[in-house]
Structures are given as C-alpha cells and as structure tokens.
C-alpha cells in the first residue's frame, strides 16, 4: 500500500512539473525557431554574410504573427521587422530607435528595405 502511495505522488509531481514547463519550453523554442528562419533567409536569400546583421529581439503575437527585430552592422539605429509565416517570411516594417518611420526625416534612405 505504502509503495502505491508513493508511486502515486511522484506521478503527480512528474505531471505537474510537466505540464508547467510545457508552455515555457514551447515558446523557447518558437523563438528559436522563428530566428533560426529569419537567419537564413537573410543568409540564403538575400546573401547577406553573418556578420552584416543581428537579430535583436523575437516575438509572439498573434498567431500566426511571429516576428523578429533585425538590425544591421552598417545601421545601427535602424530597426527592420520581419514577420515569420508558416510558408513565407516577409519585411514588413521599418522604424528607428526615436520611432520614426520616414526617410527624409533621417537624412538617409533606408538601405536594407525590401518593399
């Protein structure tokens, strides 16, 4: 009877730290995986080299909305988001570190602009 009790209890225990690190681990590795697609579309696709970009910051919203923060070495200020699909990976914003979104403001063209 005591044996029973006891498996009983580390069953519980297993599932219940299970089931709460689940969520955690899913979204680890979503943004894992949403910065492994962007690196390489930025590799693959565009040719740019490792060293051109970084990627700053990935986020969650809205499924399927995943996105990820880009910056590159030759602009630093200048922030370019990429939204991650099932089946395609798009540019679809640009915005500097004071927010703002237009290029005569900034005395420069934003270089890496895909649209």
């Known amino acids: 009877m005591r044996n029973k009790k006891r498996t009983m209890l580390i ?8 089931m709460t690190l689940a969520p955690y681990l899913f979204i680890q590795y979503q943004h894992y995986n949403i910065e492994k697609k962007v690196t390489a579309y930025l590799l693959n696709d565009k040719e740019y080299d490792q060293e051109d970009f970084e990627i ?9 909305r995943y996105s990820a923060d880009v910056v590159f070495k030759d602009e630093p200020k200048i922030f370019y988001i990429y939204s991650v699909y099932p089946e395609s990976l798009i540019q679809v914003d640009v915005f500097t570190v004071d927010d703002n979104t237009q290029e005569d403001k900034m005395n420069s063209k934003f270089k890496h602009r895909e649209y």
């Open 56 to 64: 700053v910051r990935t986020d969650i919203g809205k499924v399927p």
């Open 11 to 18: 069953a519980i225990v297993a599932f219940v730290t299970i």
